[in-house]
């Protein structure tokens, strides 16, 4: 049997923004709960925001509890995006602080998107927190813009597609960078990466 016009669910678009540089990010520093905030080129570039979404309108602005994405929101002209907790960046647990290089002396071969992490969340968890969110997202009445970090960005544009958080690795995501994710007919597409 043919659906009806009109009896799927609206398909809006998400639009991604990672916060603007901090020291960390700049250097390559797994910045998880540490909250830092940004550098003055992080702000600047966070001001260019608005122009690079002019004439869009948001059903939901949403973004992680953490300065370096909530300043980045008030700076795109968004202070009053909602809060929510799960978008706070994957928990580093002791690699908190250290480069991919430094973690490898110690633990070779290592990669965040399929190793553990000492004392951090685990791929799992990251995929539950991201549905939770992507759920929530595709019952909004309209587009939805969220202010967050490098991988949890990276792992909620997976799961938006449906697929294993670790071929998030395959996504690279920089500071102050505009992604959309939106729909192809009936697919959950990216139709804009680190823009």
């Not at 609206?10 to 250097?27: D, F, I, M, P, Y």
């Not at 929510?84 to 002791?94: Q, T």
């Not at 670790?166 to 992604?179: D, E, F």
Request: with cysteine; hydrophobic share 40%.
């Amino acid at each position: 049997m043919s659906n009806l016009a009109g009896s799927e669910p609206a398909q809006h678009e998400v639009w991604l923004v990672r916060h603007g540089a901090t020291e960390w990010s700049q250097s390559g520093r797994h910045t998880s709960t540490t909250d830092l905030p940004l550098l003055p080129g992080g702000e600047a570039a966070a001001h260019g925001i608005p122009a690079r979404i002019a004439g869009k309108s948001f059903a939901k602005v949403l973004t992680s509890p953490l300065q370096r994405a909530r300043r980045t929101a008030e700076l795109a002209g968004f202070p009053d995006a909602v809060v929510d907790d799960r978008l706070v960046e994957w928990a580093y647990g002791d690699y908190e602080g250290l480069t991919s290089t430094q973690i490898r002396r110690g633990d070779p071969g290592w990669n965040l998107w399929t190793h553990s992490v000492p004392n951090g969340e685990s791929v799992a968890e990251v995929a539950t927190r991201m549905d939770q969110v992507v759920g929530d997202l595709r019952r909004l009445d309209g587009p939805a813009l969220v202010f967050g970090h490098g991988h949890c960005l990276r792992a909620l544009a997976v799961r938006w597609l449906g697929l294993e958080v670790a071929l998030g690795k395959y996504l690279v995501l920089g500071t102050a960078t505009l992604s959309v994710l939106g729909w192809d007919k009936s697919y959950p597409v990216i139709e804009r990466w680190n823009c």
